[in-house]
């Protein structure tokens, strides 16, 4: 398809009509989406993984993804949610072959410069979420630092909703006994 806007225009448009140009098959439209988007996909998945390079690989997988379906999405308003929804799965898919294997040894998260707190605070709270088993620390992250709510985070990770819920509780509980000094 061609472009109906140019990259200026593509830049100042609304993010509701750049994702329908999208889904009509317009890579530039599809490139902008990837440029508003790429900052807190990555962030969302440094924070579940913690190994910068493999949740930039991961982010990677989730926009080449979306680019692949973006014509099936059905609303353009839903395009976050289920960018997020990609991301997750890829990174549950990862989690899973990774058990399949012998550890590999864990790699430090660079702490993200967009987050308000010092670099022990980051460091504490990345060593903290480390103890969490990966689906609970799953469910901690999208519940904190995305902001989804519980029944977001079942149909996101396809959990039964009692079991997000008993996640974010006993993570929370954890991360508080953990963190205590920070209160």
């Known amino acids: 398809m061609t472009r109906t806007l140019s990259p200026a225009a593509l830049r100042g448009a609304d993010e509701l009509s750049v994702i329908a140009l999208a889904i009509g098959g317009d890579a530039a439209a599809y490139g902008e989406l990837v440029r508003r988007r790429q900052a807190s996909l990555r962030s969302l998945l440094r924070r579940l993984c913690r190994d910068p390079v493999l949740a930039d690989d991961l982010s990677q ?4 993804q979306a680019w692949r379906g973006i014509d099936t999405l059905k609303s353009p308003a839903a395009f976050g949610a289920w960018l997020r929804k990609l991301a997750i799965n890829i990174w549950l898919q990862r989690m899973r072959a990774e058990r399949s294997r012998p550890e590999l040894e864990e790699l430090v998260e660079v702490p993200d410069s967009a987050t308000p707190v010092t670099l022990n605070e980051q460091l504490d ?27 977001e985070i079942a149909e996101a990770t396809h959990l039964p909703l009692g079991t997000v819920k008993s996640h974010i509780n006993r993570g929370a509980a954890r991360l508080r006994q953990l963190l205590g000094e920070y209160a």
Request: proline share 3%; charged share 15%; glycine share 0%.
């Open 61 to 64: 997988q989730a926009f080449l």
């Open 125 to 151: 709270l990345d060593s903290a979420l480390a103890t969490l088993a990966p689906d609970v620390r799953l469910c901690i992250t999208l519940a904190y630092a995305e902001r989804m709510s519980h029944s």
